[in-house]
């Protein structure tokens, strides 16, 4: 199995701009392989039905990338 090497801000601009879903699917993994990766990385992810109302063409809030978890303890 390949490995695929992204930063933080790009996996935090992908899990904005696509659904989960899809993208697991695109990086071959999980749904909840990708969601441990996104906790673990402190990346936050859109909540549930943030695509269903951004189709509705409702204005949805999108967090900040907050600093990253080892960044914090330093």
Request: proline fraction near 9%; charged fraction near 25%.
């Amino acid at each position: 199995m390949d490995q695929v090497m992204i930063t933080r801000a790009e996996l935090y601009k992908m899990v904005w701009t696509v659904p989960s879903s899809q993208l697991a699917r695109q990086f071959g993994v999980s749904g909840v392989a990708l969601g441990k990766a996104c906790r673990r990385l402190n990346v936050p992810k859109p909540p549930r039905g943030y695509w269903a109302r951004l189709a509705a063409g409702e204005r949805c809030h999108r967090p900040p990338l907050p600093k990253a978890l080892s960044e914090k303890q330093e």
